[in-house]
């Protein structure tokens, strides 16, 4: 899997991914020259100037031109971002310079949850039924059109944040002004905001990457701990999925109708998608991988020796022709969730929970002293709990035992 000559990759890592170590391991692995894209400038910039380059993530046009330049004198053969707002910069970046890209109004409707919305619906892709609402209207008269239960959504938030469900027309008037608190506080210029029909059923979620058009499911993972609401705090997923093959089938089916829908043909997709009676309804789809640490659960190859972040790269590159299947265990994360607000003192019982049969390691990336915002206001988690075993009946019981170890505590913010 020798690169080609002189290859050079473009890596858009934000200074707040928690994905840089893995990407930079990938990319030094696939033996390409690497080239990492930030918003802060590094002190090493101007000894590595191949390596190393500042780029005004939230400005493209600007970034493009910069990247145009840069290119002159050290040729790209691939960008790759790894968050929603990268994703796009990549594909405008790609595009600028000629190489392949997803089209840019397919990534742009996936990072928007209201147009992903419309363009599903138009195009019979089940959806939950929904409208916009705007930010400054009268939440009493809203709250009277809209179904019940429902969930409140802003547009271009991650992390469930901002997402809350209402049962009844006093509930969604709070509910609305919260979440345009949330939004104030986040620096959002939404002026509206989606409000959903709730979609009751266990929850999914589908690692996959499109290989020209077609979706090749790297893992399908189960969300064993209910996600009912008010607030939609993500925790446990663990693959493979426990659902029987015909229900898996048709949750596929859906996630690629999806991709086709919006018009994504290459590169990774991280879906969400609930399952009831009714058969599957996506969520949401997202153009870049799984978020978080979270990818650390997934390896490839006979030997286990591909990250999620080798595959993905190997895909961008063009160096990985086949990939992988998926190692032959069960294998899955826990999002250990902030249990309240307020300042972080410590998190004790790491050597216990380390200690339980297989748990992989307990990653805390939440650091003392910082302050502790649950959903929905909140965005990131305290850390991360991997595990490996036979079944995933035992990897979710080793997670639990896990959580349970931990001992997180929190002082009052000052």
Known sequence: MDAPARARLLLLL?????????????????????????????????????DLITLPLDSPPAAAEKVRVFAQRYPLSAVVGVDDDTAVLATILSQALGLPANPLAAVEAARSKARQRQVLCERGVPVPEFRLVALDGDPS???????????????????????????????????????????????????????????????????????DGALQVLALFDKPDPLEGPYFEETIYVTPSRLSR????????????????????????????????????????????????CGRVLRFGDRSQYSLEYVILGHATKTMIEVPPRESCAAGVMMIPTPTAGILEEVGGLEEARAQPGIEDVVITAHRGMELVPLPEGSRYLGFIFARGETPRQVEAALRRAHQQLDIRVGLTP
């Open 14 to 50: 934000p200074t707040t991914t928690y994905r840089a170590d893995a990407f930079v391991a990938a990319a030094k692995d696939l033996g390409w020259d690497l080239t990492v894209a930030s918003e802060l400038p590094s002190s090493f910039q101007d000894q590595h100037p191949a």
């Open 141 to 211: 008269q809203i709250a009277a059109k809209v179904p019940y239960p429902c969930v409140l959504k802003p547009i271009a938030l991650s992390a469930s944040r901002g997402v809350i469900r209402a049962n009844t027309s006093e509930e969604f008037a709070a509910a609305h002004s919260r979440l345009r608190s949330i939004l104030e506080t986040a620096g959002a210029d939404d002026q509206e905001y989606l409000v959903e029909r709730y979609v009751p059923g266990p929850e999914f979620a589908l690692e996959g990457l499109l290989i």
């Open 246 to 293: 015909p229900q898996q089938d048709r949750v596929v089916d859906c996630a690629q109708r999806a991709a086709a829908a919006l018009g994504l043909v290459q590169g990774p997709v991280h879906v969400e998608l609930r399952l009831n009676d009714d058969g599957p309804w996506l969520i949401e789809l997202a153009a870049r991988p799984i978020g978080g640490k």
